[in-house]
């Protein structure tokens, strides 16, 4: 019964959610696009111009450095996350149904944590005064508290924290539907489990983890407080770099250009991951 | 066997990753003196209490709760019109409207909040307290839409033919019939956005950060200007909220289906 | 004023013709069965009856008037699905009250509505239990007491029976042809079951692959097959094919059959039911409407006997009664008797 829609009554629907969107996203994300070209005025905002100049920083050695160490780092963590969340991912869902539940209430509740929480969540935990280290004096096996952060460790660590659930959902639909009778057919071939899951799980879902990765790389770009909280200024990334320019160094343009550049590579990479998720729906 | 205690091992280990910043938190919340310190040196609620008496406190909790519901309904109301038409009708170019509302939710949080925070200025309203609303409100959209979507499909087409069948137009087929079986999925959509919204702090900040102060806003804040047991109890606070309305949706929906999964009775 | 016409009917989906043109005629008060194969449009000409397909060309009247237009909830029918669609989170008399209560039915006219359609489907005091804990047959009558609730003047079904056990199919049968005599409803079903059909039936549309190759009563179909296909789709039955010869015979494998309503002259196929086949150990005679052949294989089922039998090359099944049994085993030759009035000359599928 799906029908086109007959009169303008019917297009009334979607006319307004079409048009929040539009008012209160699109027009938002243009007039950010429009303010990446404006000119930056000492003392001030900006004025509206149209100048290359925010983009043009691009090329300094500095915001390449960044850059660099952005991609790098974001790539490590999806890297990490998809290698430790994709076997667990696996293991939950082969549990039952009800240990499924109680794992996914878990993740979800660590997912809905902000930033800012898991990033306090660290910083305490690896801290001098409250941290693992403490509870460690406190049985002996250390001798002095210390702190673990700022540190690239520190930051690696809080960015997978944070990635992991994350990665984990990303993985669970193409998972839970995952043929068991494969695994089984394996197995009654003398394949032990491990094995099993090395040879026919992950090539199986090859185009799954490659889309993943993908994913939890944007996601791991968009982290803007981890590296600053838990990290030197020399672990500062883009995100990072955007918040800062944007708050505290009001230079709404060039944190614009950035973030602008941030959405390409972002949509970029998420267009081809959708592909790759194609592919295998297809295959 | 090796294998399951290398399983146990591995299962156990995230348990402990997963949940160790909790529990020192948790631990800290509990400290006695106003500083942070692990394992805790004496037992109080005091920064329990703290949540409701300190006025600073308080006020951003009202003020992150407020937000939280006004996001959370605001998500669904934009949500609902346009799940249903992508599910009534045939209209490919409305799959333009479905990647907007997609949209906001796959893009980094900074860059939404920064064009939230362009678009503030430049309508002349930034910093008044109700942007952050439609800020969150259409951040979240997506939330609501996915489990909208998921509860489209599942209502069977002959339930919407048989009322046809019987008299019903499709005013009365959405009040009788759909809403009805869709209630659930809008619920916890809304649960989503709710605790989501609950927790959120760029676009939060972008938008009202100096006029406005939400739980996690002001939890940043006093990470730079001042430390107290009190961010402690509330992040306590957001994880036990968390684990009770995502226990809530689990106890009476399917969560598994809403995240994904087929469930086993029905292979595709 | 002549009940429901279709008139042209033909629909089309992109490419795939799935009822090509039509013109039928259903009267008032009958029970119809649009019967075929899976795939032969019979749901999709009965979704177009009731509005939730439209038809690509031609016209539906309802007693005179035009209701192609119409949408689906101003037409006046009742529908049972095969899915039965019942509103899971509804009860038993919320679900048959539910038409009534659309329309702003009040709390009491619904309990008297539900009161008395239960009793009509022989599920009295069930209004208050919720719908998941019916059994099969349960649901069954809770969708027809739901579709009859307006009184309607089309009841439409779609292989209603279809999820019921064989025995309960059985007895559904008539309790659905008893309800249909007793409310004198205009009432089509679709089905692909042949005895279904022949069981409940006044008139039988025969359908495949969008195309209506006969409507008549159900014993009209069995012993006047119209087409090939008819012949063969209801019931067993031997397809011979041979040259007209003469005015009332036809030259086939081994001899010469005679038939009524011959055509004047060309290859004409005619279809002869097994029950109407007689044997007899081979005596040698040769006659018009005689041929010999050999008994391949026996089936003795107790309450009737199969023959295969090779007849020129080609394999013939006979049907007996135990008393009318010829005394022949495998590998004897038989005489193979087609009565004239039981060969049918079939037109062109």
């Known amino acids: ?78 890297v990490v996350s998809v290698v430790l969340a994709f076997p667990f991912t696996y293991i939950l869902t082969r549990m039952s149904r009800q240990a499924q539940v109680v794992w996914l209430v878990f993740l979800l509740s660590v997912l809905s944590l902000s930033e800012v929480l898991i990033g306090f969540g660290w910083s305490t935990l690896l801290s001098r005064t409250a941290g693992i280290t403490n509870l460690l004096v406190s049985l002996g096996i250390m001798d002095k508290p210390m702190s673990l952060s700022p540190s690239f460790g520190a930051v690696m660590t809080g960015m997978v924290y944070q990635t992991f659930p994350y990665t984990v959902l990303v993985l669970y639909p193409a998972l839970s539907r995952l043929d068991p009778s494969l695994v089984e057919a394996a197995r009654t071939l003398g394949s032990g489990p491990v094995r099993s899951f090395a040879n026919v799980v992950v090539p199986a879902l090859r185009n799954s983890i490659v889309s993943t990765l993908i994913m939890v790389f944007v996601f791991a770009l968009g982290c803007y407080l981890l590296p600053q909280l838990l990290g030197k200024p020399s672990h500062w990334t883009l995100s990072v770099l955007i918040t800062d320019q944007a708050i505290y160094q009001s230079n709404m343009p060039f944190a614009a250009a950035m973030a602008v550049f941030l959405v390409l590579v972002s949509l970029s990479l998420v267009a081809i991951s959708l592909l790759y998720g194609k592919k295998e729906h297809a295959a | 066997m090796i294998n399951k205690f290398v399983l146990r091992l591995f299962l156990g280990s995230l348990v402990l990753f997963l949940s160790a910043p909790l529990v020192v938190v948790a631990g800290v919340s509990f400290n006695e003196k106003k500083s942070l310190s692990f394992p805790p040196q004496g037992f109080s609620l005091d920064w329990y209490a703290q949540i409701f008496t300190d006025d600073g406190w308080r006020q951003a909790l009202f003020n992150s709760v407020g937000v939280a519901i006004g996001a959370s309904c605001l998500s669904v109301i934009v949500a609902f019109p346009l799940a249903w038409f992508l599910w009534r009708f045939h209209a490919p170019w409305a799959r333009i409207v479905q990647v907007l509302g997609l949209a906001p939710f796959i893009l980094p949080p900074v860059i939404t909040a920064l064009g939230f925070l362009s678009f503030w200025t430049t309508a002349g309203a930034y910093g008044q307290p109700w942007t952050v609303v439609i800020s969150h409100g259409i951040f979240f959209v997506t939330l609501p839409l996915v489990t909208l979507t998921l509860g489209f499909d599942a209502v069977d087409d002959s339930l919407v033919e048989a009322a046809a069948t019987m008299g019903a137009d499709d005013k009365t087929i959405l009040r009788t019939v759909i809403l009805p079986l869709i209630l659930p999925y809008i619920i916890s959509g809304m649960a989503f956005a709710f605790v989501l919204s609950l927790n959120e702090y760029i676009v939060a900040y972008m938008a009202v950060g100096f006029t406005v102060e939400t739980l996690p806003i002001k939890i940043f804040n006093s990470l730079r200007y001042g430390y107290t047991p009190t961010m402690a109890s509330v992040t306590v606070l957001f994880v036990a909220v968390a684990v009770i309305v995502f226990g809530l949706i689990a106890r009476f929906g399917d969560l598994p289906r809403l995240l994904g999964a087929w469930r086993h009775d029905e292979d595709g | ?102 329309r702003g039915g009040s709390k009491a006219d619904c309990f008297k509505a539900v009161k008395r359609l239960l009793e009509l489907v022989q599920l009295p005091d069930m209004a208050d239990r919720p719908v998941a804990k019916l059994s099969g047959g349960q649901r069954q009558r809770v969708a027809i007491a739901r579709a009859l609730a307006l009184e309607p003047k089309l009841f439409l079904l779609d292989e209603p029976l279809s999820a019921l056990d064989a025995k309960l199919r059985e007895s559904m049968q008539i309790e659905l042809k008893q309800l249909q005599q007793k409310l004198g409803i205009t009432t089509i079903v679709v089905t692909h079951d042949q005895r279904e059909a022949m069981t409940m039936a006044d008139l039988v549309v025969v359908m495949s692959q969008g195309k209506v190759h006969q409507v008549a009563p159900p014993v009209e179909i069995y012993r006047k097959p119209k087409d090939a296909f008819v012949a063969d789709f209801i019931g067993m039955t031997n397809l011979i094919t041979g040259r007209v010869n003469g005015a009332d015979q036809i030259a086939v494998a081994g001899g010469v059959l005679l038939a009524d309503d011959v055509p004047a002259s060309g290859d004409v196929t005619i279809s002869v039911r097994p029950e109407n086949i007689r044997l007899a150990k081979d005596d040698g005679a040769n006659a018009p409407g005689i041929l010999t052949g050999t008994v391949s294989y026996i089936r003795d089922l107790g309450a009737s006997i199969e023959f295969y039998l090779d007849v020129s090359g080609q394999q013939i099944t006979a049907i007996t009664t135990p008393s009318d049994r010829p005394d022949v085993t495998a590998g004897d030759r038989v005489s193979v008797s087609f009565p004239r009035e039981a060969c049918v000359v079939l037109g062109d599928a």
Do not use: W
């Open chain 1, 1 to 78: 019964m799906k029908l086109k829609p007959q009169k303008y009554a019917d297009y009334a629907t979607i006319a307004f959610p079409a048009g929040m969107l539009t008012v209160f996203f699109v027009i938002p994300f243009g007039i950010m696009i429009a303010v990446s070209f404006f000119q930056r005025v000492q003392g001030a905002f900006y004025e509206p111009a149209f100048v290359f100049e925010n983009y043009a920083r691009f090329l300094t050695g500095f915001f390449g450095g960044i850059l660099g160490f952005s991609i790098g780092l974001a790539a490590l963590v999806a």
């Open chain 3, 1 to 102: 004023m002549s009940g429901l016409v279709f008139d042209s009917i033909e629909k089309k989906f992109g490419d795939f013709t799935a009822v090509h043109e039509t013109s039928l005629t259903i009267p008032n008060g009958k029970f119809v069965c649009l019967l075929g194969p899976s795939g032969c449009g019979k749901t999709t000409l009965l979704r177009m009856i009731a509005g939730l397909e439209d038809p690509t060309h031609g016209r539906i009247l309802l007693e005179g008037n035009d209701v192609t237009r119409i949408p689906t909830h101003q037409r006046d029918f009742g529908m049972v699905f095969q899915n039965l669609a019942l509103f899971p989170h509804l009860t038993v008399g919320e679900n048959i009250a539910y038409p009534l209560r659309i």
